[in-house]
């Protein structure tokens, strides 16, 4: 009795049962590797699953040292401890992250630009130079080492590198809305140095301060259609930025926070939580003989709860079901339940204050202090990551829309 072998060509399923099929998966990287499989596959697979639930935060680690796939990026699934691997050469060491919001990655390089990429779909969005910051008052390209001519709050002049402004210039850049969802999105920029904050949107040319919120430079998020930015003391700073040569400013005055050493805001659900960062100085660290600066370790945070009441910071000893990502990324809040063996009453977070993240000459990458904090007993975790291969840490939600 002969075997019939019947050789199916899976690229010729109809285009309705590959649709069927793309509209039932549940995770993203299924979703990707589907989408990755031919063209017929591809097309029957949008670009933009709006059925997929959100994946639980990435952590950008440093670029690959292969010679083989030089731009690949790896990102940690912190829930999974699985890497995923993403050709991003957008995301090369000679630019500077300055953020992640809504799935995006802010990066800024030396060409000068400023510049956001999706690491799932590699779609780009450019925002203004660095050179229309309105304390930039000239930019020349061949004036090498002083390319930029500044002037301070104090009307000081002075002058900066490429290099300089690329790595230590902005702290954080936080957008309102999606890029791609939205038709319009507003991206706010806190400064280093003077503690400015400064927003564009969408399709401008320039950069604008908003001079009422200086030194509101603590943290910024995105909340109840406005920026919230937070000081060193707790104090909230509301900016209203719709009428876009107006922007509107109004105040929270609270007790002032004493204590920690940096201060993150949280929407968590809908409830404005202030997240307080303490620090201090690791002196069993393995980079100490590389290191001529001192290398600092997290130990706690603390959890605060805005009661509009008085107003006051109110304080927490439980997050609950919530889950917090903390660094340079725009600080979100997860529901543990929705991630099948995630634990609640955590704090994720990563480096956002070494300057040794952004110069690899002094030896250390900046990664050694990314981990998770439990709210519950106090204890800290680090990551399962190999610290002697990660550079730049960065939580990210990955988001194909």
Same mark, same amino acid.
């Given at each position: 009795?002969?075997? !019939?072998? &019947? ?10 049962? @590959?649709?069927?099929? +793309?509209?039932?998966? %549940?995770?993203?990287?299924? *979703?990707?590797?589907? %989408?990755?499989?031919? $063209? ?9 699953? %709006? ?22 990026? +790896?990102?940690?699934?912190? @829930? ?24 995006? @990655? ?7 630009? &400023? ?24 930019? #020349? ?13 104090? +009307? ?11 790595? /230590? ?45 200086? $030194? *509101? ?11 919230? +930015?937070?000081?060193?003391? =707790?104090? &909230? ?12 400013? /109004? ?9 920690? #050493?940096?201060?993150?805001?949280? #929407? ?29 370790? !997290? ?19 439980? @997050? ?27 704090? *994720?977070?990563?480096? #956002? ?17 990314? =981990? ?17 291969? /990660?550079?730049?840490? &960065?939580?990210? !939600?990955?988001?194909?829309?």
């Amino acid at each position: 009795m002969s075997t !019939t072998i &019947i050789i199916v060509d899976w690229s010729e399923l109809t285009p309705e049962l @590959l649709q069927t099929i +793309a509209g039932n998966l %549940r995770r993203q990287a299924d *979703y990707i590797r589907f %989408r990755a499989v031919c $063209s017929s596959w591809r097309a029957a697979a949008p670009l933009t699953p %709006r059925h997929l639930p959100r994946e639980f935060p990435w952590l950008m680690l440093r670029p690959s040292r292969s010679a083989l796939f030089p731009h690949r990026r +790896a990102f940690l699934n912190a @829930l999974s401890n699985k890497l995923h691997l993403l050709t991003l050469p957008e995301a090369s060491p000679s630019r500077r992250r300055v953020g992640s919001s809504h799935g995006w @990655l802010i990066l800024n390089d030396e060409s000068p630009s &400023i510049f956001l990429i999706n690491p799932i779909t590699r779609s780009k969005v450019n925002l203004p130079a660095p050179s229309t910051f309105p304390n930039v008052l000239n930019f #020349d390209f061949y004036s090498v080492g002083g390319e930029y001519t500044l002037r301070s709050p104090g +009307a000081e002049v002075y002058t900066c590198s490429l290099r300089k402004m690329r790595d /230590s210039f902005i702290k954080k850049v936080i957008l309102s809305h999606n890029p791609y969802n939205e038709s319009n999105f507003t991206a706010l920029a806190i400064l280093n140095w003077h503690g400015d904050l400064a927003y564009c949107e969408k399709g401008e040319n320039s950069w604008k301060f908003i001079d009422e919120a200086r $030194s *509101y430079c603590e943290d910024v998020i995105y909340f109840n259609d406005s920026f919230f +930015a937070v000081n060193k003391f =707790g104090s &909230i700073a509301i900016c209203d930025v719709k009428d876009a040569d107006c922007p509107k400013v /109004s105040f929270i005055k609270t007790q002032q926070q004493i204590g920690g #050493d940096m201060q993150y805001l949280v #929407d968590a659900m809908g409830e404005l939580l202030l997240i307080t960062r303490y620090l201090e100085l690791d002196t069993d660290s393995e980079h100490l003989e590389h290191q001529s600066d001192n290398v600092y370790k !997290t130990v706690k945070f603390c959890v605060w709860r805005l009661d509009l009441s008085g107003p006051k910071w109110e304080r927490m000893m439980t @997050l609950g079901d919530r889950v917090l990502f903390l660094g340079e990324n725009s600080s979100l809040a997860i529901l543990a339940t929705d991630y099948p063996g995630c634990k609640g009453n955590r704090i *994720y977070f990563a480096d #956002d204050y070494s300057e040794a993240n952004y110069d690899g000459s002094h030896g250390i990458s900046g990664d050694h202090d990314v =981990g998770f904090y439990d709210l519950e007993d106090g204890s800290i975790e680090p990551l399962p990551f190999n610290r002697r291969i /990660s550079h730049w840490p &960065i939580w990210i !939600t990955p988001n194909p829309c």
